[in-house]
């Protein structure tokens, strides 16, 4: 029977116990791990330029000739370790390869911060005789064990993505079990190899066996520091609003600007003032805004922020009242049972205020894709169409509607353009807000829009 996989990368971390699960691998029959072949700074192990007629040099200017090559010495298994800081052009092409078995090593990230820091002190990465082993106590830092955990995690959701995305699946194993023989007998079997381990490698030796709060000079402050983090991430906000297109369609530039509108803002006044700094192009793609931005080298994109309750207000009169959305108009009615005129009709200030709650109401469940109307651009949070952006490109600048004049000078300046006059066009849907906004008004919209007033430190509207 063909085996399943003609190769392997063993996915680590450093102090996670890589070496010792090198070191068992390669006892196996047609096996055989080539170390850190991607590190930035060897090839292998330490101090090695250059492995299987490849050098740094070459490896840099293409990472698959080394790839190729090391498996080019089969014809059984061959494979690495990578570690997140490894090169990043390697991992989307081995989490792609279903015929490279993905082993992911894991250990206590205290456990291995701890680790790491006294072999930083000693010096000592690996120890085979234990008459050599240096000691040192390792000194804990709050703020670089956050950075080090971080790391960690950001690692393996990516590789968690990357498993998922391609339906394949990874032999787990943590640094607790690398010596228990019956689970390293698994990994063969996961591996396709015939033959099995009738104990652990001892060539290397575990360095530092004590207790931990016997291996940290400040425990105490460490355990405090612990204490603080949120271990189970309580604090995160979830998120399931569907993510945006970069909407390239909708960009607009003038000069050297680059408009990138957020729907509901106040696209009419910016697109005037745009038309100062001269004529508009519009209507891009992404190889004719590519050419827009190589033919401009001076430019500046820019967005406008407007404040969740006048965006969705304004957004309410203009596209449910005014009929410009007919299907998410029916849906209201039918389905949710908000109160509207017909279009063209004047509801009572009474009315009106009562639609909106509700409307703002329904957004909550709308924007959370709890709904099964669609999300109007008008709509989603300002929050998800800025990431939509920044699938493309992030704008240089987000300027807010309540400082416009100040946010556009600025940006003229930048262009070396003399700042056209903003047009002060009627609002009428901003009148009609300031009659009917309460404080159940304000709470609702906090409602829908959380990630936007977090994120973007909205005030109360009637404060902006």
Not at 44 to 56: R, S
Not at 188 to 213: H, M, W, Y
Not at 390 to 410: K, N, T
Not at 443 to 448: G, L, Y
Request: net charge negative; glycine share 6%.
């Amino acid at each position: 029977m063909e085996r399943k996989f003609d190769s392997f990368v063993l996915l680590a971390e450093m102090r996670t116990g890589s070496n010792f699960l090198e070191a068992n691998l390669n006892t196996l029959p047609d096996t055989a791990c080539y170390g850190e072949a991607f590190n930035p700074h060897f090839i292998g192990k330490l101090n090695q330029e250059a492995a299987f007629g490849v050098t740094l040099a070459q490896r840099e200017a293409d990472p698959t000739l080394l790839l190729r090559q090391m498996r080019a010495q089969g014809p059984g298994l061959t494979g690495f370790r990578y570690f997140h800081d490894h090169d990043p052009r390697v991992l989307p092409l081995v989490l792609a390869d279903e015929r490279c078995a993905k082993i992911i090593l894991t250990r206590n990230p205290v456990e291995s911060y701890v680790s790491l820091k006294i072999a930083q002190a000693t010096g000592q990465w690996k120890l085979t005789q234990a008459k050599r082993l240096k000691t040192a106590k390792a000194q804990f830092d709050g703020p670089e064990f956050t950075a080090h955990l971080a790391q960690l995690q950001e690692f393996q959701l990516a590789l968690m993505h990357g498993l998922q995305t391609s339906g394949q699946t990874a032999f787990y194993i943590d640094y607790e079990d690398i010596n228990d023989t019956d689970v390293l007998n698994g990994l063969a079997r996961f591996l396709g190899v015939d033959a099995t381990f009738a104990a652990p490698d001892d060539t290397l030796k575990k360095q530092n066996p004590e207790d931990i709060s016997e291996k940290v000079e400040n425990f105490e402050e460490m355990a405090a520091a612990l204490s603080q983090l949120d271990r189970f991430n309580l604090s995160r906000t979830p998120n399931f609003e569907p993510r945006r297109a970069p909407a390239i369609p909708s960009f607009l530039a003038a000069g050297s600007a680059l408009y990138m509108p957020l729907r509901g803002g106040p696209e009419d006044a910016v697109t005037q003032w745009l038309t100062g700094l001269g004529p508009i192009t519009a209507e891009f793609n992404q190889k004719s805004l590519r050419q827009w931005l190589r033919k401009n080298p001076n430019h500046r994109s820019f967005t406008v922020l407007r404040h969740p309750v006048a965006r969705a207000h304004a957004g309410f009169c203009n596209r449910i009242l005014g009929g410009a959305l007919p299907q998410i108009r029916e849906g209201l009615i039918k389905t949710y049972r908000i109160a509207l005129p017909k279009v063209g009709e004047v509801m009572s200030l009474h009315d009106h205020r009562q639609a909106f709650v509700d409307f703002l109401r329904f957004l909550k469940l709308n924007v959370a894709g709890q709904s099964g109307l669609r999300i109007d651009p008008h709509f989603a949070s300002q929050t998800a169409v800025l990431q939509g952006f920044a699938q493309f490109q992030g704008p240089d600048l987000v300027l807010r509607e309540d400082s416009l004049p100040m946010g556009l000078g600025f940006l003229a300046a930048e262009i070396g353009a003399t700042c056209p006059a903003i047009p002060a066009l009627p609002d009428p849907s901003r009148d009609l807000l300031a009659q009917i906004y309460d404080a159940e008004i304000e709470a609702a919209t906090r409602d829908a829009y959380s990630r936007d007033y977090m994120g973007y430190g909205f005030n109360d509207w009637r404060s902006s």
